[in-house]
């Protein structure tokens, strides 16, 4: 197998890990020996073993012999020990086995490794290489990599449209505007997320379960955001087997407020803004949250700034008349805002459009 | 070669007809012998021979004896003489020139062959077979079965918009909403159809020039649709080179009417409904018409049904306000049209949903 392939199967093992992992980020890991893989493996999330360390223990079992292997991996190994971190560092371990050279994707954006990892394995004589192209494995730590640098939750936005852009008729209605299929991604897009995000608005016109269905997955937090009026006590989020799950985010003062000391005891947040939303959810352990509505809550995320990806779901249908997702104050076509389309994806009659910031992230991937 | 390979061949010739063969279908025609092509061929439009006698005179001129071949071909061989038309019928051809077996992929649904072409072939005895999926042939005829059963021009609704739906900027900006390669795609749209057609506010506002550029073609009539305003004579479509391939459509006893006299000589049409006009157009001899604009025009089409296919082109952009292209009366969600999804292409960065009605038409294609 060429450098290329091991680096391809190292990727697809960290692609393929089910659920977030967050704060830790996605990891594969292939050891090598004379061209054939003798182990591999992925960082499954926090508490558990990092992908080098499965490897590593998988030859272990096998009875292989690991002196003189080649390691890929997709992140730097860790070089650190810090309070909090539950597993001791890999890079000791590596120069131990006596793991002889050591290629990576790209860099651990973590401060506390940043090239520290790849420096020690070269101080102890181990042969270290850089992928050439690390689009694709920093593509992978793209969630971590915010919370690590930023301190914040990432935030997908996601709505279903119609063809012309209507997220609702003009009576409210939505249900439904996209198939089975689409509806079924929208459970796993959820599944992969640590929170889920509506506003009170949604809650007391949909009362939505918010839960994960349709598809084998993780139930995300599921996240309140109240505003000045008193939240409906008896929704879903807060009566169903999940309750313990559902958190409530709100300003001092407000009916919501004191609510939330009953509704969810321990799960109560205060925010007032979109900034200030990513921040608490992600000092909660929250890494990750799809906010999916309102239209007010949408606009107030994107409109600010706080975003980094968009899930937008559309349908072949036309509704000529209705209610938008976002709204905003643009003038003429010079204020349009470009994206980067990264994925479009059929699901049955419908389209999904993953979408992120222009001139961010990498290039432009297909599944169709 | 299979019967199924040798259909598909036949449909394939018909379909690379790089332009509009109304009000001729298009036809693809191969002539095979112990399992191997003799020689094929397609029409190319009205005065032109017909499929199966380019693929006969094809085999003469090689001097390919085709006594005892069988012919596929994508479309029932026609068996009429009747005013204007210009070329002699196939049926007697084809048992004259001792063809023993003709597999056919749809019926002639024009009304003086209709299976009688068919049946002639048998009562020779040709031994005629149809092919077991009709739909891809049907596909291929769509525009000519729209002309000769209902005596109209075909039309496509075609449009550009952002992700969220908006036609313009809420200044009326439009320029240009998507990038390079899905305008060279809406050239490509111009060129396969026999007329576009624009109203006159988009002529005053837009001075666009309706012309076939960036791609090989034909260049379609330019069919302006006055109401009650005058006309800006100066228009490109009114003095540049392809003057006398503009029309105008308009009604009795208004200035633009007279207007017409000057501008188009003999190029007058009067209509004062979207029913009317493909009506006129048909009868002009413009049996398909790419509707371009602006949201008056299309959400008249659209709103009294007289629309066959819509293009809707879409860029990954964001405005949050502007214009639509269409406008409707929905209320709720059951009020929403569900439209067939033809195909979809990826053009650069952008989309291109070609949409048909539900219930008819076939299959749902894919180019990705």
Same mark, same amino acid.
């Given at each position: 197998?060429?450098?290329?392939?091991?680096?391809?199967?190292?990727?697809?093992?960290?692609?393929?890990?089910?659920?977030?992992?967050?704060?830790?980020?996605?990891?594969?890991?292939?050891?090598?020996? *004379?061209?054939?893989?003798?182990?591999?493996?992925?960082?499954?999330?926090?508490?558990?073993?990092?992908?080098?360390?499965?490897?590593?223990?998988?030859?272990?079992?096998?009875?292989?012999?690991v002196?003189?292997?080649?390691?890929y991996?997709?992140?730097?190994?860790?070089?650190?020990?810090?309070?909090?971190?539950?597993?001791?560092?890999?890079?000791?371990?590596?120069?131990?086995?006596?793991?002889? *050279?050591?290629?990576?994707?790209?860099?651990?954006?973590?401060?506390?490794?940043?090239?520290?990892?790849?420096?020690?394995?070269?101080?102890?004589?181990?042969?270290?290489?850089?992928?050439?192209?690390?689009?694709?494995?920093?593509?992978?730590?793209?969630?971590?990599?915010?919370?690590?640098?930023?301190?914040?939750?990432?935030?997908?936005?996601?709505?279903?449209?119609?063809?012309?852009?209507?997220?609702?008729?003009?009576?409210?209605?939505?249900?439904?505007i996209?198939?089975?299929?689409?509806?079924?991604?929208?459970?796993?897009?959820?599944?992969?997320?640590?929170?889920?995000?509506?506003?009170?608005?949604?809650?007391?016109?949909?009362?939505?379960?918010?839960t994960?269905?349709?598809?084998?997955?993780?139930?995300?937090?599921?996240?309140?955001?109240?505003?000045?009026?008193?939240?409906?006590e008896?929704?879903?989020?807060?009566?169903?087997?999940?309750?313990?799950?559902?958190?409530?985010?709100?300003?001092a003062?407000?009916v919501?407020?004191?609510?939330?000391?009953?509704?969810?005891?321990?799960?109560?947040?205060?925010?007032?803004?979109?900034?200030?939303?990513?921040?608490?959810?992600?000092?909660?352990?929250?890494?990750?949250?799809?906010?999916?509505?309102?239209?007010?809550?949408?606009?107030?995320?994107?409109?600010?700034?706080?975003?980094?990806?968009?899930?937008?779901?559309?349908?072949?249908?036309?509704?000529?008349?209705?209610?938008?997702?976002?709204?905003?104050?643009?003038?003429?076509?010079?204020?349009?805002?470009?994206?980067?389309?990264?994925?479009?994806?059929?699901?049955?009659?419908?389209?999904?459009?993953?979408?992120?910031?222009?001139?961010?992230?990498?290039?432009?991937?297909?599944?169709?």
């Amino acid at each position: 197998m060429t450098s290329q392939e091991l680096f391809h199967e190292a990727w697809r093992l960290a692609r393929e890990v089910p659920s977030s992992t967050l704060p830790n980020p996605p990891v594969g890991a292939v050891l090598v020996k *004379e061209g054939r893989i003798l182990a591999s493996g992925a960082h499954r999330g926090p508490g558990q073993p990092h992908a080098e360390i499965v490897a590593l223990e998988e030859a272990r079992r096998r009875g292989v012999d690991v002196r003189g292997a080649v390691l890929y991996c997709t992140l730097e190994p860790c070089c650190h020990t810090s309070p909090g971190k539950r597993t001791p560092p890999c890079v000791p371990r590596l120069i131990d086995e006596g793991i002889k *050279e050591v290629w990576i994707g790209c860099a651990d954006p973590n401060p506390e490794v940043a090239g520290q990892g790849a420096a020690q394995l070269s101080q102890a004589g181990v042969d270290v290489h850089w992928a050439p192209d690390q689009s694709l494995f920093q593509d992978l730590i793209r969630e971590f990599r915010v919370g690590i640098v930023e301190h914040r939750s990432w935030v997908t936005l996601k709505w279903a449209q119609t063809l012309d852009g209507y997220a609702a008729a003009p009576d409210g209605s939505s249900q439904w505007i996209t198939g089975l299929e689409a509806r079924t991604e929208a459970h796993r897009l959820r599944a992969r997320c640590q929170a889920v995000l509506v506003g009170a608005g949604t809650l007391r016109r949909d009362n939505p379960s918010l839960t994960v269905r349709h598809v084998e997955g993780q139930q995300p937090a599921r996240v309140i955001w109240a505003g000045q009026q008193p939240l409906p006590e008896t929704a879903q989020v807060f009566t169903d087997e999940w309750r313990d799950r559902t958190w409530i985010l709100a300003q001092a003062g407000t009916v919501a407020w004191d609510q939330a000391t009953r509704l969810t005891p321990g799960r109560r947040l205060a925010a007032a803004t979109p900034a200030e939303v990513v921040r608490v959810l992600y000092e909660a352990g929250l890494g990750s949250v799809l906010v999916e509505g309102g239209p007010q809550i949408l606009t107030a995320f994107y409109s600010q700034g706080v975003w980094d990806s968009l899930a937008v779901f559309q349908a072949p249908k036309l509704l000529g008349a209705g209610q938008k997702a976002l709204f905003g104050t643009a003038t003429s076509m010079a204020d349009a805002r470009e994206l980067r389309v990264r994925q479009f994806s059929r699901l049955g009659f419908d389209l999904l459009w993953e979408l992120e910031r222009q001139g961010e992230g990498n290039d432009v991937h297909g599944t169709d």
